[in-house]
């Protein structure tokens, strides 16, 4: 078989891990030998059953043991735990022995950090203990999470461990999506949710409790989240600060917010062994399916955990690991495959948490999530390819892209521990030992050094936080970034000459969107269409899910969508244009399936454009529409979006205007055939190439017109058309 699939790599960091050449060193520090032996060797001694399932094997070598932390498992014990209800369960937890200590800490601190391993309760518990010593009755108890998913699904859980209806006393609010009421009292939130909330409220006066959980992630919100609430802390001293993590480098923490004290919950873990794999893996996604089917063949009992980049790699091994699990024979038991990642709708998400059934094996495809924002029982194997999709950006360029990079070790080793959690586990690393040791980075960096900064200055300067530079950052950025950050704010004409926030910027900070989107929609008032730009952002925010090209139906696929881009209109139009005709026949779910449209993808939209009309109203801008003028509308676009400018080259790539990088429209484009000359692009993904995903056409004067700041006729002066007849020429530009 063949995965027929397109993998955002960095070729570079592939390349990176195969260093084939130093890979004889490491032959001397292999300890025993590989453990899964099977395939040719096994076929010889007539084990029918597999023969046909595996056309390939990966050799594994065990090279360390992960120690365990704590006690080895009682089973009476567990099976005890089971039969006993919730309220039972939570005792078992191990952070429960210290609840009583714990609360006494936060009675006697303003900020504590806590550190316990994945697992421990953390999360759940916490914000629980909080409410029940009373916490609750002087405010909410917050409770942060770099990601949707964490933030809903812990929600769900600690509803249930409560006994009240999730939106009631326990909630959670991610962007676009607020599942809480008047009577919630402990709240689950993305760490993005938090931050926008000091937009309306800069002292948190509805809480009582802040708990940064998942610190060590050190995402951008979170990082910014720990300057700010650092920051009230200072005058609302009735505020309790909690910092928490699995791994966190807890004296760093301390530090910076002025030697606060640690609180460390004892973990309960088994060994690990780990495994790599003997030589290079060229594909880690058929590694990873080998990998599974191996130990699904040959291993005892215990669910698998398959990290992975992101849904596209989810969705591909699940159709694989489906079918190729078919023809397995009755001697071999049942795999149950669950993926679970952040647009997965709620009811699947659930399905991760369900007890595997008697004779079954139960395989989770997750990212970077099951890392240590969940906690998944069960699990005894971990299958981890090394790598995860991070974003990058180049200050110099101004240019962002998603990529696929390897992992750090110390991602690495809590990957390994998911599989110690309820008794001794495996991991099998699909790189080598010497990858390991040798390639890669303790730690991941964190995002404030890697990230545009653009959205957080416009956060910050709505706050009133004007001096940047003296910003009390634990990490700050590049000084170079921040440069860019507020250039690129300044040429949107969200700030002034004097770095101060213009009327537009206000309006901008509004939407709970990327500056360049926002601006986009604040323009949409001078063109007068602000009704389908709207429609537009919602459309790009869902992200790449609206189409669904199924594998025997591509050309049926490919074709329904060209009809939304009848006359070369461009993919943002063509987005407008599925969306209106979805609203036109009434929000149909019959009509996507026959258009090969995501209806799942199109109701978030449908959500999300509701939301920004209210917000739209909230910054009074008229609802006007204007579907007929497609040159306003594209204006619009231009606005927000004249720094993804590229010109057409004569070899038929593109060139980016100011810094100029080489770039390609990306073949799922409606314009990949049409090559115009100048085009506006959404955003930029790095595959086989540096491609541009979401193209229009685009006239050059209007980036003279638009952003006279930032580009000047010389940068738009076009020879090519200047050689035309007159009259064509005139029409060109
Ligand atoms: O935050 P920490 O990693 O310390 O632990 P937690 O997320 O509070 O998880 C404590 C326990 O609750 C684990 O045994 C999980 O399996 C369980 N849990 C669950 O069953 N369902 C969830 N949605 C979340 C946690
Ligand atoms: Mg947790």
Redesign the pocket.
Known sequence: FSVATQRYRDPEAVEKMNPFAEQEAWEDHQIGKATLKFGSKDRKKGSEDYDYVFEDQIDFVKVSVMDGIDEEPNEAEEAKTISKGLQEERKT?P?YPYRDELLEAVNDNQVIIIV??????????IPQYLHEAGFTKQGMVACTQPRRVAAM??A??VAQEMGVKLGHEVGYSIRFEDCTSEKTLVKYMTDGMLLREFLGEPDLASYSVVMV?EAHERTLSTDILFGLVKDISRFRTDLKLLISS?TLDAEKFSDYFDKAPIFKIPGRRFPVEIHYTKAPEADYIDAAIVTVLQIHVTQPPGDILVFLTGQEEIETLDEILKHRTRGLGTKISELIICPIYANLPTELQAKI?EPTPEGARKVVLATNIAE?S????GIKYVVDPGFCKIKSYNPRTGMESLLINPISKASANQRAGRSGRTGPGKCFRLYTAYNYFHDLEDNTVPEIQRTNLANVVLTLKSLGIHDLVNFDFMDPPPSEALLRALEQLFALNALNVKGELTKTGRRMAEFPLDPMLSKMIVASEKYKCSDEIISVAAMLSVGNSIFYRPKDKQVHADNARMNFNTGNVGDHIALLNVYNSWKDTDFSTQWCYENYIQVRSMKRARDIRDQLEGLLERVEIEISTNLNDLDAIKKSITSGFFHHAAKLQKNGSYRTLKNPQTVYIHPSSGLAQVHPRWVVYHELVLTTKEYMRQVIELKPDWLVEIAPHYYQLRDVDDPTTKKMPRGQGKSAL
């Open positions: 937890l952070i316990g391993e994945t697992g421990s309760g953390k999360t759940t518990q699904s812990v769900a859980r959980d699995a948490f240590t969940l906690t998944i029982d």
